[in-house]
């Protein structure tokens, strides 16, 4: 019987846990987009690639947030891209936009963007742009199985996670403002056998 959990939602991060060794996600913050009955969509925060943005949607180039590469947003559909964006409180949500979650303690609102729509509406709008290629996706009740599992630990983001230039110590600074023991997983040795 699966210990009792609670679905994340659009918003969560999903953090993985030393105990997760896929190579997808090993060290991985991936950020949900989607969460149901149905599964879950989210895309990896700290894997940015060598490929600037303009060399594949070269009309969104000029307006991501640096680093201006795209993201490896996880191992489905690598071929496709997903957009990204932060507006502040009061701006008026450009054509293409649709709300994921608001941000507490800021009250941005992220959301996702059409790639389709124009890149300079958007940009003019957002104070914050992120394009990733593919995405990590769980069918049914794959990620409650999951978090029963403790591959994954499910806290809140922060703006900062989703649009900062720095994606290589992510996995670390979500983990060391978490309460309680949380922080405390930054320390553990990658084999606690050698400890």
């Known amino acids: 019987m699966r210990p009792p959990v609670t679905r994340p939602r659009p918003g969560d991060l999903l953090v ?41 949607l070269p009309d969104w180039g000029a307006v991501v947030s640096p680093p201006d590469v795209l993201h490896q947003g996880g191992p489905v559909s690598n071929d496709s891209a997903l957009g990204l964006a932060v507006l502040p409180e009061r701006a008026d949500p450009p054509v293409g936009w649709r709300t994921m979650y608001v941000d507490a303690a800021t009250r941005e609102r992220v959301g996702l963007v059409d790639l389709d729509a124009p890149a300079g509406a958007v940009g003019a709008a957002a104070v914050g742009v992120r394009v990733f290629a593919g995405y990590a996706g769980w069918g049914g009740e794959q990620i409650l199985d999951e978090l029963a599992e403790g591959a994954w630990y499910v806290v809140p983001s922060v703006v900062e996670d989703v649009f900062g230039a720095d ?12 309460p309680g023991m949380l922080a405390w997983v930054v320390t553990r040795p990658a084999d606690p056998g050698l400890n």
């Open 167 to 178: 994606a290589e110590g992510l996995w670390r600074r979500v983990l060391r403002r978490q």
């Open 16 to 56: 993985a846990s030393p105990s997760l060794t896929d190579p997808n996600f090993a060290g991985s913050v991936v950020l949900l987009v989607d969460s149901d009955p149905e599964g879950a969509l989210g895309v990896v925060l700290n894997r940015p690639t060598a490929v600037p943005v303009a060399e594949v």
